[in-house]
């Protein structure tokens, strides 16, 4: 397992910005597909985007997509979610996650075995 360090959420205004980021520490990321999840209170964990290890493959869910973009950076073993035009409905927590097999793509909550602890996104409208 690869211990996760996520940082950036905070509390905006709908339609506002902001960047995510999760930094690994201990070993290296760049083999790892790198996903974001995001869970609201009371409801289940959902799937936001992930990107494979090249960094040319990544995927989103419906309701972000457009609006969102996944980022890697191998070198400095950091993955991003920036986040544009935010909503309300976009309050959670964010999660960042390690693939658990290399050179995949991984888009199930069960396919990613290393997790951080979150960081909170709050929008208002």
């Known amino acids: 397992q690869v211990p996760l360090v996520e940082s950036g959420g905070g509390l905006v205004q709908a339609g506002d910005s902001l960047r995510l980021s999760c930094a690994a520490s201990g070993s290296s990321i760049s083999r790892y597909a790198m996903g974001w999840f995001r869970q609201a209170l009371g409801k289940e964990r959902e799937f936001v985007a992930t990107?494979?290890?090249?960094?040319?493959?990544?995927h989103y869910s419906d309701a972000v997509r457009g609006r969102f973009t996944i980022a890697r950076d191998n070198a400095k073993n950091t993955v991003y979610l920036q986040m544009n035009t935010l909503k309300p409905e976009d309050t959670a927590v964010y999660l960042c996650?390690?693939?658990?097999?290399?050179?995949?793509?991984?888009?199930?909550?069960?396919?990613?075995?290393?997790w951080g602890q979150g960081t909170q996104v709050t929008v208002s409208s």
């Open positions: 996650a390690a693939a658990s097999q290399p050179f995949t793509i991984a888009t199930r909550s069960s396919q990613f075995g290393s």
């Open positions: 990107i494979n290890w090249r960094a040319n493959n990544a």
